[in-house]
């Protein structure tokens, strides 16, 4: 440990603006203060580390290949002649449980719907605080 235990207000005013650091939306005064903090507190490090983490991801969904499974299109059509909503649902369900890929794109939709939320929270309290 490089220095005295922090206070757990500094740790709050640093993880405010944490999202940030890596999108390159801060100042670069802001962005010094908060890289000084985090080589001091292993708290708020792992806190970064999984945002970085949740960037990477993020980049990473963008290349994964978002092919319909095999039989997706035939099944469709079979259900477009008898279109009850239950028997959609069942429709999606069972080309899900087929193929592993949807479940992937499924998963990364779920992520980029959780971190843009975040994110978007973040700028938006943000941007209702006076600038420092
Ligand atoms: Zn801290």
Redesign the pocket.
Known sequence: MKSAK?SAA??AF??ADLPGLDGHELSSRRAFELRS??A??A???EVAASYRGMRRTLAELHDVPATPPAGLLDQLLDNAANPGLAERAASVGRAAATDSRPKVVAAGIGAVAAGGIGLLAWRALRSRRPAA
């Open positions: 922090l500094a740790c640093v993880l903090h985090l001091d507190c708290d708020c490090g």
